[in-house]
């Protein structure tokens, strides 16, 4: 089992948003997220992410409790086990597609060299040789978009969380990505959990998860 979740319980104020919420993922898993805007689905993608803290329940790792870390243990974990996706893609405006790959690896620890190699890797994977030198501006939503999944991926990470990662794109590139989340699962036996309006995206994965009124149903 790669990530366990017991019992998540998450309120903002006064409003209950996740009710006690359980699942298990294994790796090699692609599984989806749905449900009608204000479910939940983001806050338990973030909740099972650790950029935000349970209220209530257990979150475990393979073998390490996360509910258990401080914030620096829990940044520590982010950056070696995770990789996220974002629907805006968060690429930082003033640095170039391959500046922006390298962040992550340069904040573990790796020499800008080794960081750079992979990035390039990943790059020519990605399709976008050409577009190492060139800032988010200059480049489509597809493109950034596959520059933010280069960057999840530069790490190796365990597990890729994605909210709403083709929320931004047209249809054509939609479709695109999410055929490229399938090939990386292939290549890679990595393990994607999707937070997702893309009715066809959902349908795709091995399993797909609604959550209602703070449950998953």
Not at 77 to 82: I, Q, V
Not at 96 to 110: D, F, Q, R, W
Not at 149 to 166: F, T
Not at 184 to 199: A, G, S, Y
Request: aromatic share 6%; charged share 25%.
């Amino acid at each position: 089992m790669l990530l366990k979740a017991e019992a998540i319980y998450k309120s903002y104020n006064s409003i209950e948003v996740l009710k006690g919420i359980s699942l298990e993922i294994s790796k090699g898993e692609i599984i989806s997220i749905v449900g009608a805007s204000g479910a939940g689905k983001s806050t338990l993608l973030n909740v099972l992410g650790t950029l935000e803290k349970a209220d209530k329940g257990e979150i475990s790792f393979g073998d390490q409790r996360l509910s258990i870390m401080n914030q620096n243990q829990l940044a520590l974990f982010r950056n070696n086990h995770l990789g996220f996706i974002f629907q805006f893609f968060q690429l930082l405006p003033e640095f170039t597609a391959i500046e922006n790959i390298i962040i992550p690896s340069l904040i573990k620890g790796v020499d800008k060299k080794s960081s750079l190699e992979k990035a390039y890797q990943l790059l020519e994977r990605l399709n976008l040789n050409d577009r190492a030198d060139h800032k988010p501006s200059e480049l489509s939503g597809g493109e950034q978009q596959r520059v933010a999944i280069a960057r999840a991926l530069i790490n190796s990470p365990e597990l890729i969380l994605a909210d709403e990662p083709s929320g931004n794109l047209d249809s054509a590139n939609a479709n695109e990505l999410h055929s490229l989340l399938f090939e990386l699962r292939k290549e890679f036996n990595q393990t994607f959990i999707i937070v997702t309006h893309n009715i066809d995206l959902a349908d795709r994965a091995d399993r797909k998860l609604l959550i209602r009124d703070g449950h998953l149903v």
